[in-house]
């Protein structure tokens, strides 16, 4: 069967078919769920964040006026929806320890990551990822791993471009201070 | 040189950064997701929208225009197969109804128009030329 646009099925939503809604959820549920476990880092909270999401979503599909694409818009609902869970919950993200890097350790960092076997760096990525702030997280996320314009990260997080393209460099260079850290952490404990 | 140096080492380390996050793997959601999803959507009242459709139809004023066109042509092609007093009795019944009723409209319109200003005119030429311009913007270019 041939898949149909976004905009078939929601108007297919909004013309009295809830069954229409189905195919978006299928089509869009592993983005979803992906952002959403990048910020809460807990799989129930994140399963429970993006359901919640698609249900705001369905609830508010007569407000779509396709200004955004919906996946922007989807994005846009799960973020927010996310962000408040975790807030809810105020969970405390512990730095490893509070590095400063120089332009030539970060240089070290980064060489010492692309040393690494596939496997460990995930797992050094995957540590240092939850050490950052549940927005510095979802910046990194939508930009390298969704791969994502600046400009649909800004319409999902409301900032403006400029802000986003700063908040991304920050995130970066605290990702790689973190990193350093764990490396840093590692070295001694083998010495 | 330096600047293009570092701008290139800049690119070089978002490249990497992109390929070390793309290594990780993607979460996926339960296998009951969307069902899950679905029976919450099940519970939510049904949609209705209103749907507003026009009063005549973009096909009907389409056989509209096809219609009158026909109409005029007929009209002109039978003054031109049955000139003048050769005509049969009922192309002369024809041809004494006056027409220039339909033209009417057009002509007040005329009138109205030649009372207002050129910069008046003008204005709201352009202001339309921009709304236009604007939806096509939103429709073909920013999406």
Same mark, same amino acid.
Request: net charge positive.
């Given at each position: 069967?041939?898949?149909?646009?976004?905009?078939?099925?929601?108007?297919?939503?909004?013309?009295?078919?809830?069954?229409?809604?189905?195919?978006?959820?299928?089509?869009?549920?592993? /983005?979803?769920?992906?952002?959403?476990?990048?910020?809460?880092?807990?799989?129930?909270?994140?399963?429970?964040?993006?359901?919640?999401?698609?249900?705001?979503?369905?609830?508010?599909?007569?407000?779509?006026?396709?200004?955004?694409?919906?996946?922007?818009?989807?994005?846009?609902?799960?973020?927010?929806?996310?962000?408040?869970?975790?807030?809810?919950?105020?969970?405390?993200?512990?730095?490893?320890?509070?590095?400063?890097?120089?332009?030539?350790?970060?240089?070290?960092?980064?060489?010492?990551?692309?040393?690494?076997?596939?496997?460990?760096?995930?797992?050094?990525?995957?540590?240092?990822?939850?050490?950052?702030?549940?927005?510095?997280?979802?910046?990194?996320?939508?930009?390298?791993?969704?791969?994502?314009?600046?400009?649909?990260?800004?319409?999902?997080?409301?900032?403006?471009?400029?802000?986003?393209?700063?908040?991304?460099?920050?995130?970066?260079?605290?990702?790689?201070?973190?990193?350093?850290?764990? /490396?840093?952490?590692?070295?001694?404990?083998?010495? | 040189?330096?600047?293009?140096?570092?701008?290139?080492?800049?690119?070089?380390?978002? %490249?990497?950064?992109?390929?070390?996050?793309?290594?990780?793997?993607?979460?996926?959601?339960?296998? %009951?997701?969307?069902?899950?999803?679905?029976?919450?959507?099940?519970?939510?009242?049904?949609?209705?929208?209103?749907?507003?459709?026009?009063?005549?139809?973009?096909?009907?004023?389409?056989?509209?225009?096809?219609?009158?066109?026909?109409?005029?042509?007929?009209?002109?092609?039978?003054?031109?197969?049955?000139?003048?007093?050769?005509?049969?009795?009922?192309?002369?019944?024809?041809?004494?109804? %006056?027409?220039?009723?339909?033209?009417?409209?057009?002509?007040?319109?005329?009138?109205?128009?030649?009372?207002?200003?050129?910069?008046?005119?003008?204005?709201?030429?352009?202001?339309?030329?921009?709304?236009?311009?604007?939806?096509?913007?939103?429709?073909?270019?920013?999406?």
């Amino acid at each position: 069967m041939e898949a149909k646009s976004d905009a078939y099925y929601i108007a297919e939503v909004v013309k009295g078919n809830p069954e229409a809604f189905a195919p978006l959820v299928e089509k869009y549920k592993r /983005l979803a769920f992906s952002l959403s476990m990048k910020i809460t880092r807990n799989r129930e909270d994140a399963e429970e964040a993006a359901q919640d999401a698609f249900i705001k979503v369905y609830r508010s599909l007569e407000n779509f006026k396709g200004g955004a694409t919906f996946k922007t818009w989807l994005f846009r609902i799960v973020y927010t929806t996310a962000i408040s869970k975790v807030r809810g919950k105020k969970l405390d993200f512990v730095s490893f320890e509070d590095y400063r890097l120089s332009e030539s350790e970060l240089m070290e960092t980064e060489n010492a990551v692309g040393q690494l076997s596939a496997e460990e760096r995930s797992y050094q990525l995957r540590k240092a990822m939850e050490s950052l702030a549940p927005e510095e997280r979802a910046i990194l996320n939508l930009y390298y791993f969704e791969d994502m314009p600046v400009e649909e990260i800004a319409t999902i997080m409301e900032l403006s471009a400029s802000n986003v393209k700063i908040k991304l460099f920050r995130s970066r260079k605290k990702l790689y201070e973190q990193l350093h850290g764990l /490396l840093k952490g590692e070295d001694a404990f083998a010495e | 040189m330096q600047r293009l140096y570092r701008k290139n080492t800049k690119m070089k380390k978002q %490249d990497n950064l992109r390929a070390y996050m793309r290594e990780l793997p993607r979460e996926e959601p339960s296998a %009951d997701f969307t069902a899950m999803v679905m029976n919450r959507v099940r519970l939510e009242p049904i949609k209705s929208a209103a749907i507003y459709q026009p009063l005549i139809s973009r096909q009907l004023w389409l056989k509209i225009y096809i219609g009158l066109a026909l109409f005029a042509l007929g009209a002109v092609l039978l003054r031109t197969w049955f000139p003048g007093n050769e005509s049969p009795e009922l192309l002369q019944s024809f041809y004494r109804i %006056d027409f220039s009723i339909l033209l009417k409209p057009f002509l007040l319109l005329s009138n109205a128009l030649n009372k207002l200003s050129l910069p008046f005119i003008g204005g709201i030429l352009a202001v339309s030329v921009l709304l236009l311009a604007d939806q096509l913007y939103a429709k073909f270019i920013a999406r």
